[in-house]
């Protein structure tokens, strides 16, 4: 229900109950005002007659002068149109009406209760059917010896009564339908502006917050106020939001990298212009795999072919929200592959010249005619330098390679003891013990010279950067589908900041400069363990020294 119309009923409710009310309780007062009148008037007249007086005499006198003249007094108090009986204190003496005696019969001989009332001494009266009887009584010193009774028509009172109920009921009907109009105005007062706020109320949930005019000085003018000022605030604080995005839009839409929100629905909720130059409108099919893959294990970056472009999709989970950051490293790629490409071109140059180096220093090492420290410098910075040729011509073969290589069966449990009794002496010569734990039935499908590469360059790389008297520990078993084999040393460790850059081409760790590397040996080997479809990890969660896991399949 409108308040308008809550407002005119309640009006309305409480003003026909109240005039209900004031015309129950005046209806009642004028009649009780009209009832005594008369009676106040049939008491006057009652005791104007001076026949109801009794002289001073004895009790049996006074009771022969009232049935003496009892006829007198009724014929007095019945003129002027009234209907008056006597009674002694057992019964009707006399009946008179306008001055004339009625035969009365026996049943009015009966006394009523306000002639009863009276003999005990009071005025008293009744009203049945519209009649009144009124009794007064006869005294005779302190005795009452006899009644007066009235009997008096209300016809005349009543429809006095009735033509003011009449009148009052139509005002009554008059003031409620002015009632009705003055409560309909008045709501309307109220809710008018009430109204204004609501529409306006209904703007502001469709964006549009225009100020909102009411010209009322009420409780109404300051919600008013309120609302004006709340839609100014609003105001303001999406000015501030839409400049904020704006910025963001400016940043995300000039970055160079793409940038892609989509819900777990898949739904795309925001892409940026170089997302949109990147993919296309869609998701590519290889995309949506990592995005589903994403949404189960939390984080993927991989790179993808994508419109002829290599595409580096980094893939993060953030509340149930996926935001993908593609880049675009096509021209990396070229860049790493000419670096490799010149590479292997130089090493392979280089590999003669470097042979035929250390060829003729070995002859020179022969002849007494020249220093020989210098020699023997020269000597070894060319096998060194051979060693590094022969690991990046080994490193680029690798990269050269497609992805399969020849594998046969090889047992590595066997190839590693093997490994680790050759280069006992060694470890022996830096007093290292290496403790060894290998099962010894693990058989894998691999290039045999390769993942011995691989299991040299651990268990020497251990040996390398220990100290003197410490212990390695190389460890082999099977799990799953794979054989695992872990190297772990007590020796400097890695830097926590650096492990992830170990296995990139000619990394060395800061605190390993004085110790000869070439920073490719890890390298080659996690170039050798994917080519097998495994892979090599460096322990992050560790105390001292480090430990290196590689996992091959055994099918
Ligand atoms: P390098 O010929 O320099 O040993 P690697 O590729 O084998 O080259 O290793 C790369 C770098 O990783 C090393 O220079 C060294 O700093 C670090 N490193 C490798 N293995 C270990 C190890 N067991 N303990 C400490 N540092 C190591």
């Not at 057992?90 to 008179?96: G, H, T």
């Not at 045999?448 to 251990?462: P, T």
């Not at 054989?483 to 830097?495: H, M, N």
Request: glycine share 4%; aromatic share 8%; proline share 2%.
């Amino acid at each position: 229900m409108k308040i308008r119309t809550k407002v005119s009923t309640y009006y309305v409710i409480v003003f026909v109950l109240s005039v209900f009310l004031i015309g129950v309780i005046v209806l009642h007062l004028f009649k009780t005002y009209i009832i005594q009148n008369t009676i106040t008037r049939l008491s006057d007249q009652v005791y104007a007659n001076s026949d109801i007086f009794i002289p001073s005499s004895n009790w049996d006198n006074a009771n022969v002068y009232i049935e003496n003249y009892a006829e007198n007094i009724a014929i007095n108090l019945s003129k002027n149109n009234l209907h008056v009986r006597i009674y002694n204190r057992d019964k009707l003496l006399k009946d008179a009406s306008s001055g004339v005696i009625l035969e009365y019969s026996f049943e009015l001989s009966n006394l009523n209760d306000a002639v009863i009332s009276s003999l005990e001494g009071k005025n008293a009266y009744f009203i049945e059917n519209d009649i009144l009887h009124y009794a007064v009584p006869i005294r005779y010193e302190d005795s009452v010896v006899g009644v007066v009774e009235y009997i008096y028509p209300l016809s005349a009172e009543e429809n006095t009564i009735a033509f003011f109920k009449r009148i009052f009921f139509i005002s009554s009907i008059a003031s409620v339908l002015i009632m009705i109009l003055l409560s309909i105005f008045i709501s309307a007062r109220i809710t008018d502006p009430l109204n204004v706020l609501t529409d306006a109320a209904q703007q502001f949930s469709e964006g549009n917050f225009k100020k909102v005019e009411i010209d009322t000085k009420d409780e109404i003018a300051s919600l008013t106020d309120t609302f004006n000022d709340m839609a100014e605030t609003i105001n303001n604080h999406i000015d501030n939001i839409n400049m904020e995005k704006a910025k963001l839009d400016m940043v995300l839409s000039n970055l160079n990298e793409g940038i892609v929100a989509i819900d777990y629905m898949g739904n795309i909720l925001f892409k940026n212009i170089r997302a949109i130059q990147i993919i296309g409108g869609g998701i590519p099919e290889d995309l949506k795999f990592l995005i589903d893959k994403a949404f189960e294990s939390g984080q993927i970056i991989k790179d993808l072919h994508i419109n002829k472009r290599i595409i580096r999709a980094d893939i993060t989970l953030n509340n149930d929200i996926c935001i993908i950051i593609l880049r675009d490293i096509t021209k990396d790629r070229e860049l790493e592959e000419k670096q490799k490409k010149f590479i292997s071109n130089a090493s392979h140059e280089l590999k003669t010249p470097v042979t035929a180096i250390i060829g003729y220093t070995e002859m020179l090492k022969e002849d007494k005619e020249y220093d020989e420290t210098i020699v023997e410098y020269i000597y070894g910075e060319s096998k060194r330098l051979k060693d590094l040729v022969i690991e990046l011509l080994e490193l680029s073969r690798l990269e050269s390679i497609e992805k399969s290589i020849d594998k046969t069966t090889v047992n590595i449990g066997h190839m590693v003891k093997d490994v680790i009794q050759n280069m006992a002496s060694k470890s022996s010569k830096f007093n290292i013990v290496i403790n060894s734990s290998i099962e010894d039935e693990i058989v894998i499908l691999a290039d045999n010279s390769k993942i011995r590469q691989v299991v040299i360059n651990l268990i020497d790389n251990a040996i390398k950067y220990s100290d003197p008297g410490q212990a390695i520990d190389v460890t082999l078993k099977k799990e799953g589908r794979f054989s695992v084999l872990s190297v772990r040393d007590y020796g400097k460790g890695i830097p926590k900041d650096e492990m992830d850059k170990v296995f990139d081409r000619f990394f060395r760790c800061s605190n390993s400069y004085q110790i000869y590397g070439s920073g490719l040996g890890l390298a080659i080997s996690k170039e050798i363990v994917e080519k097998h479809g495994g892979t090599i990890e460096i322990e992050k969660d560790i105390d001292k020294g480090s430990k290196f896991t590689v996992m091959l399949p055994m099918d």
